[in-house]
C-alpha cells in the first residue's frame, strides 16, 4: 500500500483533522527524552472511542502496520518510540473519566486521563477519595502508570500502580475486544479476585499485548489531617536503616529519600558537585495522615522517637522540618508541596536529555546496590542522584539512579549507555530489576530469562497479536520478537 493509500484509508475511519503527518508533528511523536535513538513515524492518529481503536487495529493488521500507543510520551525508556514506518496512536483525546464510584472507591477512566485531570476532578466534586501520584508531570496517563507497574506516593501502602487495577478493557492484535476483572461476570469494576487474572496479560507488557481502552483504578480515602516532612541525613547506611524500620512501623503513608544532588538540581544546577562540607547526604521525606489531629499527632511523635531513638545509636540524623517550613525558607520546594507535580529541574534542563536506571528489589540490599550504583555513576560523570523508596509495606523498594545529558550529543549518549549497561549488570547481581525495561536492556539480559518464561511469554504474546503490529520492537523476547 502506498503512503497515500494509507492515509486515505486512515481519514475514512477517523477524519482529516485527526491523520497527522506534518514534520513537527512526526518529529514529536517519534523521540523521547532518553538516549534512545529516534524513529520518525509514518502517521500519527487520534481516536476517540473504542470502536475508532478497533478499526485502526484492524486496518493494520490486514496491512502489517506497526502500531504504538502513546499518551504522554514521559515513561523515560525509549517505550513510546514507534516502529519504523509505524503508527503512533495518540490517546490524549480519550481523556473520560467514565465513572467514579464513591462507595467502591474506583474510577473507571480512558487512557488519555492524566493525573492533574483526576486530582481536578475529585477534588472539584468534593469527593473523598485520592489517586495516588508519581512523581511524573501532570499531564502522564494515570492507566498508563498503572499498566507499566509505576510507583506513586501510596505505593508504600499499597505497592506498584498495577496492584491498584481491577481490571481493563483491551483491543488485541485482531481488533477483538476484551474486557477483565470483575466486570467479566458483572457490572461492577471492583476488583481482580476471584477471577483467573488475565488484567497480568496487559501490565508491563508496553503495548505489545493489547491497546487498553478504559480501565478501573482502586481510589484510596482522603483522610482529613495530613503533613509532609522531611529529614535530613548525613549517609547513606542512615538512611536506608531508616527507610527499612520506618516501612515496618507503619507510621507513614509514603516513605521516599532524595539524594544531595537532586536537593541541587531543584535549585538550579544541572550538574551539581562536589557535595558541600556539612551538606545532607539525603533527604528523607515522610507523608503521614490521620483520620482525627489526634491520630497525626501521635503519628508524628512515634516519628520524633524513633529518629531521636537513631541519633542516641549515633546515627546522624535531623529531627522532621514541615514542607511549609521549608517552602517559607525557599519557594522552589512547593516542587515537592503537593502533587502531582512538574519536576522542571529534570524535564527542562539545559541538555534536553533525561534518563534513568529504576528498579524494583531487596530491600537488605539498598545499601550495597547504592554504594556501587554511585561509583559506577562517578566513574562516568554522573552526579550520585538517588531516588529510593520503600514499596508495600518494605517487601521491596525502589532504587533510581538519574542522569542528565545532552540530548542528541553522540559522546554523551555512549557515555549515559555505557553507565547504564554497567547499573544493569550489578543490579542484577544484587537481584534488582530494572522497570519499564527499554529494548537495549532486554536485549543486553536476555539469556538470563528463564527459558519456561521466554516460551510462555512468546505464546501469549502470539495469541493476543497474531501479525506482531502492537509496539513490535519493544520486549524482545522470544521467536515472535
Ligand atoms: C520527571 C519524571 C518523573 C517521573 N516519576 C515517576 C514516578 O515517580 N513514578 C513512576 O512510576 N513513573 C515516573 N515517571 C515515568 C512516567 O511518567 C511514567 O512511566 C508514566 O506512567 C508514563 O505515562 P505516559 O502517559 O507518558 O505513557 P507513554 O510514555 O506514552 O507510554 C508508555 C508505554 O505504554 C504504552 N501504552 C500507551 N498507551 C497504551 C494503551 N492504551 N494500552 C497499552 N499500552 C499503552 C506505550 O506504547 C509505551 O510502551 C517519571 C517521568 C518523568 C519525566
Not at 481503536?53 to 493488521?61: G, I, T
Request: a negative charge.
Amino acid at each position: 500500500m502506498t503512503e497515500t493509500e494509507i492515509k486515505d484509508r486512515l481519514v475514512q475511519i477517523l477524519d482529516a483533522q485527526r491523520v497527522l503527518d506534518d514534520e513537527a508533528t512526526l518529529a514529536r511523536f517519534g523521540v523521547d527524552q532518553t538516549e534512545c535513538d529516534p524513529v520518525t513515524p509514518l502517521m500519527v492518529v487520534q481516536p476517540l472511542t473504542t470502536e475508532e481503536v478497533q478499526s485502526l487495529v484492524r486496518f493494520a493488521a490486514e496491512h502489517a502496520i506497526p502500531l504504538t500507543p502513546r499518551v504522554a510520551g514521559t515513561n523515560l525508556g525509549g517505550l513510546a518510540i514507534p516502529a519504523p514506518g509505524g503508527l503512533v496512536l495518540d490517546l490524549t483525546r480519550m481523556n473520560r473519566i467514565l465513572e467514579v464510584n464513591q462507595q467502591d472507591m474506583y474510577a473507571v477512566i480512558e487512557p488519555g486521563v492524566t493525573f492533574a485531570q483526576i486530582k481536578e476532578h475529585l477534588d472539584s466534586q468534593g469527593i473523598d477519595l485520592v489517586m495516588g501520584y508519581p512523581l511524573s508531570p501532570p499531564w502522564t496517563s494515570v492507566l498508563i502508570n498503572c499498566l507499566l507497574d509505576g510507583l506513586s506516593n501510596l505505593s508504600l501502602r499499597h505497592g506498584s500502580m498495577a496492584e491498584w487495577l481491577s481490571g481493563v478493557e483491551a483491543v488485541l492484535g485482531d481488533g477483538s475486544l476484551v474486557v477483565t476483572g470483575s466486570r467479566v461476570v458483572t457490572h461492577s469494576w471492583h476488583g481482580r479476585p476471584p477471577l483467573p487474572d488475565l488484567t497480568g496479560l496487559f501490565v508491563s507488557f508496553q503495548g505489545t499485548t493489547g491497546i487498553v481502552t478504559k480501565g478501573a483504578v482502586q481510589l484510596q480515602p482522603r483522610r482529613p489531617f495530613r503533613c509532609r516532612e522531611f529529614v535530613m541525613t548525613y549517609d547513606r547506611k542512615t538512611t536506608y536503616r531508616a527507610m527499612r524500620e520506618l516501612a515496618r512501623l507503619g507510621i507513614h503513608d509514603d516513605i521516599g529519600g532524595l539524594s544531595w544532588p537532586t536537593g541541587k538540581m531543584l535549585f538550579g544546577i544541572s550538574e551539581p558537585g562536589p557535595k558541600d562540607p556539612g551538606e545532607p547526604e539525603f533527604f528523607l521525606y515522610l507523608d503521614t495522615t490521620g483520620n482525627t489531629a489526634q491520630e497525626l499527632e501521635l503519628r508524628r511523635a512515634m516519628t520524633v522517637d524513633y529518629i531521636e531513638d537513631l541519633r542516641r545509636q549515633g546515627h546522624p540524623l535531623e529531627d522532621p522540618v514541615a514542607i511549609e517550613t521549608l517552602c517559607r525558607l525557599n519557594s522552589r520546594f512547593e516542587k515537592f508541596a503537593d502533587f502531582p507535580t512538574h519536576l522542571d529541574f529534570l524535564t527542562e534542563n539545559p541538555g534536553g536529555g533525561l534518563t534513568w536506571m529504576g528498579t524494583y528489589g531487596p530491600m537488605s540490599h539498598f545499601d550495597e546496590a547504592a554504594d556501587r550504583g554511585v561509583a559506577i555513576q562517578a566513574k562516568h560523570g554522573f552526579a550520585p542522584t538517588l531516588v529510593s523508596r520503600p514499596m508495600k509495606g518494605g517487601h521491596y523498594g525502589v532504587l533510581r539512579w538519574i542522569m542528565l545529558f545532552n540530548h542528541g550529543d553522540p559522546l554523551d549518549t555512549s557515555r549515559v549507555r555505557a553507565c547504564q549497561e554497567e547499573l544493569l549488570d550489578m543490579i542484577l547481581e544484587l537481584g534488582f530489576v530494572m522497570y519499564k525495561t527499554p529494548v537495549w536492556a532486554i536485549n543486553r539480559i536476555r539469556d538470563r530469562y528463564d527459558p519456561g518464561f521466554v516460551r510462555l511469554f512468546d505464546a501469549v504474546r502470539k495469541i493476543m497479536d497474531p501479525q506482531g503490529i502492537l509496539n513490535p520492537d519493544k520486549y524482545p523476547l522470544g521467536k515472535s520478537s
